[in-house]
Structure formats: structure tokens, C-alpha cells
């Protein structure tokens, strides 16, 4: 498993193209693909104040260590401390 993260995290990052291109299959109704982006984004407000913040990517990192199965970037288990 610990080679699989390995990779994850060697990937390259996506041009904005291609994930656009992923996204928005040929000829998706416009509501559709708008629907799909408002879902992306509630999911990314984690506090659900309507804004992207600091505090989005605190609470993402917090709700991502309380994980049973969460680990760090060099492949140790992080303990949540229960």
C-alpha cells in the first residue's frame, strides 16, 4: 500500500483542460454540470459559511487525521488521539 501513496503522490498535477474535460462529458446539459459544481463545492466548505478559507483546509485536515486509516505523506499512520 505504501508504494500506491508513493505514486498518488508523484502524479503530476492536472491542467485545468483535462480535469474540465473529465468533468463535463460531451453534451451534458449545462444545469447538470452547474449542479455538479455547486455539490463539489459544498463539499469543500466544511464550515458551510459560503466562502473557501483557511478554515475549510484546517477543518479538512482535522476530519482527514480522525480517519481510522489516515496517514501522513511519508506513509506513518496518524493517530487522532481517541
Known amino acids: 500500500m ?3 501513496e508513493s505514486a498518488a503522490w508523484a502524479q503530476p ?3 485545468v483542460q483535462q480535469f474540465l474535460s473529465q468533468r463535463i462529458p460531451v ?3 449545462l444545469e ?3 449542479q455538479s459544481i455547486r455539490s463539489d463545492f459544498f ?3 466544511a ?3 459560503l466562502e473557501i478559507t483557511q478554515r475549510d483546509v484546517d477543518l479538512h485536515t482535522v476530519m482527514e487525521g480522525c480517519r481510522p486509516d489516515a496517514r501522513d505523506p511519508d506513509g506513518h499512520a ?3 488521539g481517541r
Do not use: F, K
Open 2 to 4: 505504501l508504494a500506491a
Open 13 to 15: 498535477v492536472q491542467t
Open 27 to 29: 453534451g451534458a446539459p
Open 32 to 34: 447538470r454540470y452547474l
Open 43 to 45: 463539499m469543500i466548505d
Open 47 to 49: 464550515d458551510g459559511d
Open 78 to 80: 496518524i493517530r487522532s
